[in-house]
Protein backbone atom coordinates (compact mmCIF):
# COMPACT_ATOMS: atom_id res chain seq x y z
CA UNK A 1 0.00 0.00 0.00
CA UNK A 2 1.23 3.80 -1.04
CA UNK A 3 0.64 6.55 1.81
CA UNK A 4 0.92 10.07 0.07
CA UNK A 5 0.14 13.37 3.07
CA UNK A 6 -0.37 16.37 1.71
CA UNK A 7 -1.92 19.88 3.69
CA UNK A 8 0.25 20.74 5.83
CA UNK A 9 2.23 24.44 5.84
CA UNK A 10 2.75 27.50 7.86
CA UNK A 11 -0.05 28.37 10.13
CA UNK A 12 0.08 30.90 13.32
CA UNK A 13 -0.61 30.00 16.62
CA UNK A 14 -4.54 29.60 17.03
CA UNK A 15 -5.22 28.47 13.15
CA UNK A 16 -6.59 24.92 11.96
CA UNK A 17 -5.17 22.69 9.75
CA UNK A 18 -6.65 20.00 7.76
CA UNK A 19 -3.99 17.28 6.88
CA UNK A 20 -4.78 14.21 4.17
CA UNK A 21 -3.63 10.99 3.56
CA UNK A 22 -4.51 9.11 0.16
CA UNK A 23 -4.05 5.61 0.03
CA UNK A 24 -3.35 3.56 -3.09
CA UNK A 25 -2.73 0.28 -3.27
CA UNK A 26 -4.73 -0.89 -1.26
CA UNK A 27 -8.77 -0.32 0.46
CA UNK A 28 -8.50 2.32 3.27
CA UNK A 29 -10.83 -0.59 5.15
CA UNK A 30 -7.86 -3.18 4.83
CA UNK A 31 -5.89 -1.46 7.70
CA UNK A 32 -5.55 0.24 10.81
CA UNK A 33 -4.31 3.94 10.06
CA UNK A 34 -2.54 6.51 12.91
CA UNK A 35 -1.09 10.21 12.45
CA UNK A 36 2.22 10.53 13.97
CA UNK A 37 4.45 13.49 14.09
CA UNK A 38 8.43 13.65 14.67
CA UNK A 39 9.78 17.25 15.71
CA UNK A 40 13.94 18.05 14.90
CA UNK A 41 16.00 15.64 17.44
CA UNK A 42 12.86 14.11 19.37
CA UNK A 43 11.58 10.14 18.77
CA UNK A 44 8.45 10.29 16.39
CA UNK A 45 5.72 9.99 18.20
CA UNK A 46 1.87 8.81 17.64
CA UNK A 47 -0.88 11.29 17.84
CA UNK A 48 -3.85 9.65 17.05
CA UNK A 49 -5.04 5.75 15.36
CA UNK A 50 -7.89 4.35 13.81
CA UNK A 51 -9.12 1.00 13.90
CA UNK A 52 -9.90 -1.30 10.74
CA UNK A 53 -13.40 -0.93 11.52
CA UNK A 54 -13.54 2.90 12.33
CA UNK A 55 -15.14 2.23 15.36
CA UNK A 56 -11.79 2.61 17.43
CA UNK A 57 -10.07 5.87 17.84
CA UNK A 58 -7.19 6.64 20.30
CA UNK A 59 -5.73 10.00 20.57
CA UNK A 60 -2.45 11.41 22.38
CA UNK A 61 -2.58 13.27 25.89
CA UNK A 62 -1.49 16.26 24.69
CA UNK A 63 -4.22 16.53 22.07
CA UNK A 64 -6.72 17.34 24.48
CA UNK A 65 -9.55 17.65 22.31
CA UNK A 66 -8.39 19.88 19.82
CA UNK A 67 -7.65 17.15 17.00
CA UNK A 68 -10.09 14.36 14.81
CA UNK A 69 -8.87 11.93 12.84
CA UNK A 70 -11.79 10.57 10.35
CA UNK A 71 -11.89 8.62 7.24
CA UNK A 72 -13.30 9.12 3.75
CA UNK A 73 -13.55 5.79 2.50
CA UNK A 74 -15.10 6.60 -0.80
CA UNK A 75 -12.00 8.81 -1.23
CA UNK A 76 -9.24 6.03 0.28
CA UNK A 77 -8.52 8.91 2.44
CA UNK A 78 -7.52 9.37 6.14
CA UNK A 79 -7.85 12.73 7.35
CA UNK A 80 -6.56 14.91 10.53
CA UNK A 81 -8.21 18.27 11.41
CA UNK A 82 -6.33 20.43 13.54
CA UNK A 83 -7.53 23.03 15.70
CA UNK A 84 -6.36 25.28 18.08
CA UNK A 85 -2.33 24.94 17.10
CA UNK A 86 0.56 25.29 19.41
CA UNK A 87 4.02 25.98 18.27
CA UNK A 88 4.82 22.93 19.75
CA UNK A 89 2.32 21.07 17.85
CA UNK A 90 5.39 21.89 14.92
CA UNK A 91 6.89 18.87 12.70
CA UNK A 92 6.66 16.76 10.18
CA UNK A 93 3.34 14.43 10.63
CA UNK A 94 3.22 11.13 8.88
CA UNK A 95 0.31 8.58 8.42
CA UNK A 96 1.18 4.85 8.53
CA UNK A 97 -0.91 1.65 7.66
CA UNK A 98 -0.28 -1.48 9.69
CA UNK A 99 -2.62 -4.71 10.60
CA UNK A 100 -2.82 -4.06 13.75
CA UNK A 101 -3.92 -1.39 16.67
CA UNK A 102 -0.63 0.27 18.21
CA UNK A 103 0.22 3.43 19.27
CA UNK A 104 3.67 2.44 18.65
CA UNK A 105 4.98 3.65 15.55
CA UNK A 106 7.32 0.44 14.68
CA UNK A 107 4.28 -1.43 14.81
CA UNK A 108 3.34 -0.05 11.28
CA UNK A 109 5.21 -1.18 8.35
CA UNK A 110 3.95 1.13 5.36
CA UNK A 111 4.87 5.06 5.72
CA UNK A 112 4.00 8.49 3.61
CA UNK A 113 6.93 10.57 3.18
CA UNK A 114 5.29 12.95 5.53
CA UNK A 115 4.50 16.82 5.59
CA UNK A 116 6.00 19.32 7.16
CA UNK A 117 3.66 21.61 9.63
CA UNK A 118 5.18 24.73 10.97
CA UNK A 119 2.97 26.51 13.95
CA UNK A 120 4.69 30.44 14.91
CA UNK A 121 3.84 32.16 17.70
Known amino acids: VQLAESGGGVVQAGDSLTLSCRVS????????MGWFRQAPGKERTYVGIISRAADSITRAPFVRGRFTIFRDDAENTLYLQMKNLEPEDSGVYYCAAGQGYYTDPGRYPDWGQGTQVTVSS
Open 25 to 32: GGAITRYS
